[in-house]
Structure formats: C-alpha cells, structure tokens
C-alpha cells in the first residue's frame, strides 16, 4: 500500500539499525522518551526494538490522550450522561476508561445514552438530528484534537445550533514534558518529539528543551522507520555534541504549525489557572477551558457538575509510568491486578498507552521472542 | 545489572502468566458491550457463568459445535444468533449470514450440513417487505449450502425493545470422518493457513453503518464453506487437525485458541497474511488490526507437517519447527483450497512450535517481532 509500505521496509529498518548500532559509543547507555502514545503503540506494534542495541532504552512518556484524564473527570462526564434528555458522546478509547464509579461502558449498561463518535463534527451532527436531546462532546487530547473541538464550537456557533456543548478537557503537551525535565527521579538523553501534535504547535515550542535543558529533541512521524530515524537522528546529535530541535517528520509538520487551527482555539478557548493530570498531578497552565464568550456550548457551566477529586487507586504507579520512571512491568499490580480486562490504571486502557502496549504486544522478553522466531 | 534486570522481568511475566491461567470470574455487575465482542470478555463470561451452569463432556471443548453419536449416527449440532446492523450491507444482509454461519460453525466441525432451523426476533413495525428480502436470502443460502431450513419460530416484541429484526439458526450435519478436528489437536511442526484475505466483513459492517465517512469498495465475504472444507479433506483428509472459521474476534482470537488448547505456540509471518488493500486501508485509517476483524467466510486450517502422522499427531513436542511445514502437506492443502473459488486468496501464513507454549507470535513485516494477544472486547478506534 502507498504511504505505507515503504515507511516499513526492512531492508532500510536493517540499514538504519546498522547505523544506529556505529553511533553508540562503547559502554554507554541511552534512553530516549517518545513522548506521544502513539509512538509507543508503533513501536510495540511493530516490534521495533528488535532493531535497537540493548545499550539504548526507549522510554513511555505521557503524550496518550486518555491515560491522563483524571478519575474524578470521567465521573462528572458520567454525571452530565445520567441528566436527563442527554447524549453523551466520545471517542472509542476512552469508553473503557475507569473513573471512580465505573466507565462509560458501565454507565452505558445501566441506561445512559453514550455513543461513540469519530470526530466532534459527528456529534454536531447526532444534536441536528436530535433537536430535543442535549449532546454533550466528551473533549479530550492534547493539540491534535484541540483544534477539531474548537471548529465544531465555531460551526455551532455559526448554525445557531443550541443542543449541543462540550466537556472540555483538552491538555497541552509542553507544561508535561517540563514536568518530566523538573522531575529529579530521570535522567534522558534526548526525545522523540510528538509528530501530530507538531502539525498544529510546529516545532518552536520545543526550543526551550534544547537550549535551557541540553537535551536534543526530534520530532518523529509514526511509522517505524519514522522512528528508528529519529533515533539515529538524536545519536548524530549527541555524537557530534549538538542539542537542537529537529524535524523529521517535515513531510507532514510545518516548523511554524498550523496558525489557522492554533487561531481557532485560541478564539475558543483559554489555558485554565491548573489541571490535573492522572498520575502526575495538578500542573499549571496545563489545560484549556472555554472562553466565557462561548458558555452556551461549555457543557462545564452548562450542567452542575459534582467536580470530586478521585485519588488515584493506592497500588496503581501510572503516575511513574507516564513519567517514563517505571517501565510497565515495574508497576507493582502490572498484569495481576491490573490488566486490560480489569484495568486499575489508565495507561493499561488505551492501545496507546504504555502499559496495554506492553501487555498486548511484548509481554515477553525480547530475548526469549527473538529465539523463539528465529 | 541488566541481568538482574532481566531476571526480574522473566519474573513478572512469570507471575502474570500464572495469573492468566486462574479460572474465569465475571467481575461486572451488568453486561456490557464488551461480552459480546468476542474476546476475552466474552470468553470470561462463558467460561464463569455458561460453562459453569451447563458443564458437560460436549459442551467443554467449547469448539463451533458439539459432536456426538446418536443411534449408530456421528452427527455435529451448533447453534449461532445474529444481531447484526444494519439488517442489508454490502455482498449480503442477517439471512445469508444466519445460514452461512451456522453451515461453518457445521462444517468446521467436518460435517455435512444438513437441517437448519429458524428462530426470529421481530420488532413491532418491522417492514413485511424486508422480512420477505431476508426470507428470500435465507432460501437462497440454504440452496448454495445443500441445506434445508426444517423448522422455525416467530415472536414479536414491541417497538423499542429490539432493533428491526434479530435471526437465530441452529443446525445438525453428519459427520462422515473419524478423525477428530479440533483446536487442541494442533502439534509443532504443523502449518497453519487461512482460506482467503481477511477482515472483509468485519470492515464491511463498519462503513455500511455510515458513522465513518470513510468509502471503499469493500464487500462481506460472507459464504457458505462446506464446499471448501470438502474439498480440502478430500485432498489432505487425514493431515488436518483443526479448523475454525474466523468470525468474531477475527483471525488472532482464532490463533489463541490454537495455542491454548493445544499448548503450543504459533507463529505468524504478518507479510503472509493476505489482507485486500481496501480492508487494510480502512484498518490503517481506523487504528485497528486486521488480525481481529471478522470474517465471514474465511477459516484458519492447521495441517500436519511431513511425515507426521494421520489426524492423531505424535505429539513428541520435538518442536523445533523449523522445515518441517514448508513441505508437500501444507502445499497440498494450499492447492486444495485455492482450486475452490472461495478459496483463491488462501495463503500459508504461519506454523506451530512447541516454544512458548499458549502465545501467538507475529513477525511484523518491518522485521520485528511481537505478540498477538486476544483482545478484551471490540477494538476501538483510536483517537489519533
């Protein structure tokens, strides 16, 4: 297939590795955050560190939409849902996603109407069908979805359609990543920057990342070869003593981004004093809510909303996890008591995060997987 | 340090494998979506609350469908229910796939389908017109599968407590074959095949609900193989071992329970799984693996490796499994099948070992490796 195929060609992935391998300077180590979930899906999914030296080590950051969304959110979401004349909807991956009571599966097993949707513009379109139902858009991501929420406010707001409203949550990445560098538990040698979110707040954000913490930063596509050059990529920079930000993923991600999609969140929405992230805490500046001049669609202002904080179950560590602190398997309930099946922890939830990768796809030493498929 | 390091997963993982091996227990309160996906959840549930409930010798190997004598007779007996939306889609509609199914469930068992009946769940207001459309593709089903549909039952329930019109068939067929098919039978040294590109179904329901916005010429495969499993075991009778239709769950739930029952480990060349470029661009637009997507008319085939033995196996556990599937057994069931026109697209696309017993694995076609789990319920889309 065009597009595709050749970002998973392995006579190139077996080039690159060699390359890759002549870059590690003896008796050094290396580890890498990608900061995006959807890197980590990649790489699992493809078996990618089979072409890595065992001397570098790629390490799960906190960039998987769902897995940051704190308990308490997911219980006032499933708080708007039981209102009645209401329909909630959201994107697939968070539908099994626990808060304190329950997932919106549970929810939706004991009556509320919650519906999956692809995009906020499908749930635009549920509320103009259904002029006698509130619909409520569960709003969660980081940069890439951002600007998808704002222009369906816009649209909204320009068809006069008065049914719908949205359950902001959306996140930014960089008050995360600054997060991650403050923390004294890690010590990185480079990240693998996140390609979609790059789309829409280009490369420059990145800056302060190279310069004030001397740490090199590559912004990668998603196909594995997009990765495994970045690898390389954040090598030859070590190797030749430089810590810049780099592109790439420039077939897709303009160094400026995206100015009209920032432009629409910015008419739509502002950061909010705090936010809490799941795991990491309450970080500054670290959230979007709606501006006070679209609170007929700010599902937040709209319904009364209960706004409990749920603290995190006591065994779960996804907090080490996002931080790229513990590998998955590290966490104490890692596939006993947590498992896709009966998830404690988000990042055991979403197919991006970095313990339903592992689970799913590597739940075997690399080693032994290596011998057996020989 | 890094051996410590790596004891101490081997350890983990140790833990987790016994963890997964702990009987089933339904820990929800309520039913959910996720039951009924095909996964691990539904396992679960069959497992903790129908197995638990029914346990018998013929209900244990939960296989498509139980098989046992009756008066001298060797007969199969399966049963299937059909909910599926929307009622019509594209290469068929809930009535060829009602008599379809259930023919497979039949003849994966090795069996010559012969009686079916109907059961139907209609929804006040329902359209007579539609109702005589599915009838219509029922009878035609049944005529391409040399069945006949022999009873049935009706009932109606009000607007609102059903969707339009829901179809269950169970069927009997004979068994005309001694050795068992099965899927604890597989061995190492055994090949594994599947009958033509997949997900084509699964992928065919997910646009034909009109939520995506995504186009592709793409048709359910949906088709009767009692055909096609005759003459594969007219070819290579004795040499095959087990055979499931992939349906819910799609092929890697198929491969799971291989390698469960049987305890051995099976590994998949991802280059060789044949997948139609319109399905796989849909799974690559949507996030979500072919390997899982329901089929409709596709199976998984293991068949003996050389010189192993007639149904039974040796069961040695040799297991290197190097070779020994690349010879003339696993050719001569890929012939037999693609001189079927429902099985042109079959492909070799894996084989058993005996190491790492109750695992899939997956040689990515990038060159990694991984494995293939099962999954707990539907696969969702991700968000981007």
Redesign the interface.
Known sequence: ?RF??EY?D?DK??ALSARIASLCEPGRTYKFMEVCG?HT?TI????????LP?TITLVHGPGC??CVIPMGRVDDAIHIAEQPDVIMTS??????VPGGRGSF??S???GADIR???SPL?ALKIARREPDRRVVFMA??FE??TPSTAMTVLRAAAEDVRNFSVFCNHVTIIPAIKAILDSPDLRLDGFIGPG?VSTIIGCRPYEFIARDYGRPLVVAGFE?LDILQSVYMLLLQLAEGRSEVENQYARVVPWAGNGKALRAITEVMELRPYFEWRGLGFISHSALRMREKYAAYDAERLFDIPGNRVADPKACQCGEVLKGVL?P??CKV???AC????PIGTCMV???GACAAY???????R????E??R | M?ETR?T???Q??E??DR?RQRKARV??E?????HGAGG??TQ?LIEAVFLDAFRNPLLEPLEDGAVFAAGGTRLAFTTDSYVVSPLFFPGGDIGDLAVNGTVNDLAVCGARPLYLSAGFVLEEGFPVEDLRRISASMARAAAAAEVSIVTGDTKVVQRGKADGCYVTTAGVGLLERDAPLGVAHARPGDAVLVSGPIGEHGVTIMLARG???IEADVTSDTAPLNGLVTALLAAVGGKVRCLRDATRGGVATILNEIARASGV?V?VEEDAVPVR?AV??AC?LL?I?PLYVACEGRMVVVVAGDGDGDGAGDGDGDGDGDGDAEGGVADAALAALRSHPLGEGAAIVGRV?D??PG?V???????????V?V???DP?????
């Not at chain 1, 699992?44 to 072409?51: A, F, I, R, T, W």
């Open positions: 297939m595709v195929d998973r392995a992935a077996r959807g899906h699992y999914k493809h078996g990618l560190e089979d072409y065992e939409p769902v994107f697939g991956d968070m539908m099994r599966f549970d939706t097993a004991q999956m949707v692809y499908d969660i991501g890439t979805t979609h594995p590998k398997w590290e890692f596939g006993t498992t896709p099946e009966t979403s197919s991006e689970y799913n796809f590597g739940r075997f030493s080693q032994r997987v290596r057996a498929t | 890094t790596a101490r997963e081997e983990v993982l833990r987790i963890a820990r929800e309520h039913i959910t979506m996720a691990k959840a679960t939520e995506l916005d480990a590994v470029p796989r661009g690559e996030g693996d070992q190491d790492p695992l694995l997956l040689k990515t076609a990038f060159g990694g490796t991984r494995i789990d999954l707990v319920g969702l889309p991700r968000i981007c």
